[in-house]
């Protein structure tokens, strides 16, 4: 099995060291310091579940590496579009792309039975954009649990959690989503192929779509949301209209919100990814994140009230930032090149 990671970053390092040390053949595409680390000393892995030291091929030329069974996309959601030159050399007439966003993915009504089967949300594939250079038919979902620092070039600080949920949109259990998982599992993570996957997206999103928007706009970490009166209420709100959103497209998440908020609670003094990301003056993932679920949203009917306030909010600091996603809102931003990480 010949597998590619584009974006060797935290997640990206540690899911290609993992299926390294299974027996898997991998290539990591990375760049700058973070590839002569890799190159040099391996990828690094600091877990509490044990360290150890893979030493997969890495290089900054996807030409190199040639067709792939698998591709895994470390990559954010707002650099897909512009991934075209990192993914063309890969593709093989079966490979399969396998990517580990956050939030709605662009492939979410491909292959889903009813009345929005087929229908594009302009939030994550504007125009098409992004379907034109990741085909839906080439995905395999996928829900990313654990979670990762890349705490030095080369070297990954694994936290918690060793699940990697996959499957198909259609909810066929295929062939290659079972090949796969068993390379996962060989290589020591825990990778259920679900027959529904968009159940998954929703569990995860409940607390994305509510904890990432609140904690760039108060600076606030995990369990400091959690334990103020006031704002575990919004989040309660937030994830009772995400719920409400998701049962009019069908899935209905098996968990309660009390339960997504007591794991929230555990994680501690943890700033979210979006809060990381504006600290460090980066684009923040607004779109997959919270925009797609304003959009859905429109197109279900629902009221959302209070997501669309926070959503509101959450771009309007992202604009006065400087940190707005370049495909939406009235100020186009320069377009970024694909960021690996």
Not at 109 to 125: A, N, Q
Not at 296 to 320: M, N, W, Y
Request: aromatic residues 4%; neutral net charge; glycine residues 10%.
């Amino acid at each position: 099995m010949r597998i590619a990671v584009v974006g060797a970053g935290a997640i990206g390092a540690y899911w290609g060291a993992a299926l390294h040390r299974g027996g898997a053949e991998v290539h990591l595409i990375a760049r700058n310091d973070n590839l002569r680390a890799i190159r040099e000393n391996g990828v690094r892995v600091l877990s509490p579940r044990g360290d150890f030291v893979a030493r997969p091929n890495a290089t900054d030329s996807p030409a190199e590496v040639g067709p792939v069974d698998y591709i895994f996309l470390g990559l954010k959601e707002h650099g897909y579009p512009t991934c075209g030159p990192l993914i063309g050399p890969l593709l093989g007439p079966d490979t399969a792309i396998v990517a580990a966003q956050n939030g709605i993915p662009w492939w979410y009504f491909h292959k889903l039975s009813g009345p929005y089967e087929g229908h594009r949300i302009e939030t994550v594939d504007p125009g098409g954009i992004t379907s034109a250079v990741l085909p839906p038919e080439r995905a395999i979902g996928c829900v990313v649990y654990p979670a990762t620092v890349l705490q030095a070039p080369g070297v990954v600080r694994h936290l918690e959690g060793t699940r990697f949920s996959i499957g198909e949109p259609s909810g066929e259990l295929s062939w290659r989503c079972k090949a796969l998982s068993e390379a996962m599992i060989a290589g020591g993570l825990k990778c259920p192929v679900e027959a529904d996957l968009r159940d998954d997206i929703w569990i995860k999103l409940m607390g994305n779509v509510a904890f990432n928007p609140l904690s760039a706009l108060t600076r606030a970490t995990m369990v400091q949301m959690c334990q103020d009166v006031n704002t575990r209420r919004v989040v309660t709100q937030l994830m009772e209209e995400t719920l409400d959103i998701a049962a009019r497209l069908g899935s209905t998440p098996d968990i309660s919100i009390e339960k997504r908020l007591r794991g929230a609670e555990k994680v501690g003094h943890h700033k979210t990814s979006m809060l990381q990301d504006l600290e460090a003056g980066k684009e923040l993932e607004l779109d997959a994140i919270v925009s797609a679920v304003v959009e859905l949203a429109d197109l279900t009917g629902a009221v959302a009230s209070t997501l669309r306030t926070i959503h509101a909010a959450t771009a309007l600091l992202a604009h006065t930032s400087g940190v707005a996603p370049s495909r939406r809102g009235a100020i186009s931003l320069p377009q970024p090149q694909a960021a690996l990480r």
